[in-house]
């Protein structure tokens, strides 16, 4: 008997009327019509996860140029196989898979995920989230003299140690909290990696003194073209990140960046500037059909967003989000627990991918990258699907 098997590395996306097959070895894909019931039950047969990835084929079938099963071991998708029993062509699947919803059933321990999956605390400590869009899609200093009471700020990040975190990220407006210099000898004895953010606007030469504590700093430059000439002589160590606007922007800190391997440009949506993200943040279509992704990053995209997961941050007013674009989940003095347990079923941060419209019958939803709040700024849901587009990985 003749079996085609998939290789182990292809997967499989049917809509109603066309189907996908890629290889994250190999970047190789096949998207087509489902043009007759012959294409539509191979396919479907494929996609069939008690089918294995295998599909019994008649010999008349081998060695026909253009039907669907020549393309598919022509591309290497596939092979023929010659066995009296059929072979097997399955992917693992990922424990996160039935985690969400393990997460709704009463039955359940809140605190059962909590020290699996809660990995970062980013700890906005001055100013208000509504006065300042900016922190909605980077991380960046909140406007405003707004502060977090010390003692309540102290006890929710010791809880969070307590299920072993990996990171902590702080951004800060040097001098306008009261209780800074506390704050910073509370935290410099956590067994943590430890992150500083601070505009550049805001920062004097002599602060950098005070934050050696943090493992890494980087600096924030946003309009502030003279501040950054200033601060290219900055201790070893610290990391300069540019918020960029349009092309303008891009060319005139372009050599910098090139030159300095601590400067990195990310890019900000303004309102005003949708050319600049189609033209040079965003994926076309046939880019994403191009890119060779990992297969553990493909089945991430199936259930967890890439950009967020694990991560909480943490506002002057207590509140607890794992995205900043939408509600908060709870506050700092709800336990650790039933935060972790309420996000889990929020499905708007750690596990926000694209199975909503327009991109719920696309079938290169799981090749984009996931979703980001540059989409939610720019009232854009991205999709591939035609002319609509999608944002690079790993922006934020």
Not at 18 to 35: K, P, R, T, V, W
Not at 347 to 368: A, D, F, M
Request: proline residues 5%.
């Amino acid at each position: 008997m003749y079996w085609l098997k998939l290789e182990k590395d292809t997967f499989v996306w049917v809509n109603n009327d066309s189907f996908l097959l890629y290889n994250a070895e190999s970047g190789q894909h096949f998207l087509c019509d489902i043009d007759s019931p012959e294409t539509e039950s191979i396919i479907h047969t494929l996609a069939d996860p008690y089918k294995l990835g295998c599909l019994k084929i008649d010999e008349s079938h081998l060695g026909k140029n253009g039907n669907i099963i020549e393309w598919i071991i022509k591309l290497k998708l596939g092979q023929i196989i010659q066995s009296d029993i059929p072979p097997v062509s399955y992917p693992p699947v990922l424990n996160l898979q039935c985690d969400s919803f393990r997460m709704v059933d009463d039955n359940i321990r809140d605190d059962l995920y909590q020290n699996t999956y809660l990995k970062e605390i980013v700890l906005y400590l001055t100013g208000s989230l509504s006065a300042n869009a900016i922190a909605k899609q980077v991380i960046y200093p909140l406007e405003g003299d707004s502060f977090m009471p010390l003692s309540s700020m102290i006890t929710f990040l010791d809880d969070c140690l307590k299920i072993g975190i990996n990171s902590l990220s702080v951004c800060i407006t040097p001098g306008h909290h009261p209780n800074e210099a506390q704050f910073l000898e509370a935290i410099r004895g956590y067994p943590i990696s430890k992150r500083l953010f601070v505009k550049a606007s805001s920062l004097k030469s002599n602060d950098l003194s005070k934050y050696k504590l943090f493992d890494e700093i980087t600096v924030i430059f946003y309009h502030d073209n003279d501040l950054l000439h200033i601060f290219n002589d900055t201790p070893a160590g610290i990391k300069k990140r540019i918020l960029i606007e349009n092309d303008s922007d891009y060319t005139l800190y372009n050599k910098l960046i090139e030159k300095d391997p601590t400067v990195s440009a990310v890019p900000l949506y303004t309102g005003h500037n949708e050319q600049f993200f189609y033209d040079n943040v965003l994926l076309s279509h046939s880019e994403i059909l191009r890119q060779s992704l990992n297969k553990r990053i493909i089945y991430a995209h199936q259930r967890a967003n890439i950009n967020r997961f694990g991560i909480l941050s943490i506002v002057p007013n207590g509140n607890v989000y794992s995205n900043l674009a939408e509600a908060p989940i709870g506050t700092i003095k709800d336990s650790i627990q039933s935060i972790v347990a309420a996000e889990m079923k929020s499905n708007k941060g750690w596990l926000n991918v694209r199975n909503e419209y327009p991109c719920s019958n696309c079938l290169c939803r799981y090749l984009c990258p996931s979703p980001t709040s540059y989409e939610k700024m720019m009232n854009h849901v991205a999709c591939c699907e035609g002319t609509e587009i999608t944002v690079k990985e790993g922006l934020i």
